[in-house]
């Protein structure tokens, strides 16, 4: 009886929090479909709005080129600094020196180091290289992702080193080994790595903010701050439409590479 008392507890426990965390997602779809009034009143119900909030967002925003300006930021960014980040804790784990480990340490003290202390100094170094407004500037600040150097090198610990001498026995070169043997064989810590990436580049609003400043380069995080402040009167309906949109892409690669990101964040190796 105890037993049973004590299962009831913890599954009607996991239940109630379950609800809790759905909530706000529900609340932001089913805000789509009503009107900024009834969403102030807190309509929790499904209304008939969803096509005229639709409408009414894509007829004063050029919604799809937003997007795009987003993935192409996000997908470039993603690649580059999965490819930079990795090669670079690659090296520092398989190639150790004493300078190596004090660079190494030094990364790991920059971490600390909040983004918006960094603002003025960027800004001078992009408009010096004319990059300002420019979706490139977002790219290349986006690489350099000390946080996943430190996440590879933690998996790159558990790579045997035998397979890596028996490779260069056998002739193979240091960028052959990383892309033909470490690469297919890690694949669930890329897995995990691209979607911290994705999240964090797709999220990004301050560096976007600094740097992106005409209409026509806006990013979704853009649109929305924009959506929230242009007016006076809050168009709860067109911004819970935008965040939904802008929901989507983090949501279907997470669906797509879930089993792949619990996966690597335990440092699983495919041997």
Do not use: H
Request: hydrophobic share 55%; net charge positive.
């Amino acid at each position: 009886m105890r037993k049973f008392l004590f299962v009831s507890f913890k599954y009607c426990s996991l239940f109630f929090i379950s609800l809790l965390s759905i909530f706000p997602f529900y609340w932001m779809v089913v805000s789509t479909t009503n009107t900024t009034n009834q969403i102030a009143a807190g309509k929790l119900t499904v209304g008939n709005q969803l096509m005229n909030n639709i409408e009414q967002l894509f007829s004063a925003y050029d919604i799809p080129l937003i997007m795009w300006n987003s993935l192409k930021i996000t997908i470039l960014s993603v690649v580059l600094s999965l490819v930079v980040t990795s090669l670079a804790a690659f090296g520092f784990e398989k190639f150790q020196t004493k300078t190596s480990e004090r660079i190494y340490s030094l990364l790991l003290i920059f971490m600390i180091v909040p983004l918006a202390s960094l603002v003025i100094p960027l800004f001078k170094m992009m408009a010096g290289f004319q990059l300002v407004n420019n979706p490139l500037s977002i790219i290349l600040l986006s690489i350099n992702n000390l946080f996943l150097i430190f996440f590879f090198r933690q998996n790159f610990k558990s790579f045997p080193d035998g397979i890596l001498d028996a490779s260069k026995i056998e002739g193979a070169g240091d960028y052959t080994i990383f892309f033909k043997i470490v690469v297919p064989m890690m694949k669930s810590t890329y897995a995990a790595g691209a979607i911290y990436s994705f999240m964090n580049t797709w999220n990004s609003y301050l560096l976007p903010l600094i740097f992106l400043q005409t209409e026509d380069k806006f990013t979704m995080t853009l649109l929305i701050s924009s959506l929230s402040t242009e007016s006076y009167v809050a168009n709860y309906n067109i911004q819970m439409i935008a965040i939904v949109i802008a929901t989507f892409p983090t949501l279907i690669l997470f669906m797509l590479m879930q089993k792949g990101f619990v996966k690597g964040m335990t440092g699983s190796l495919k041997l």
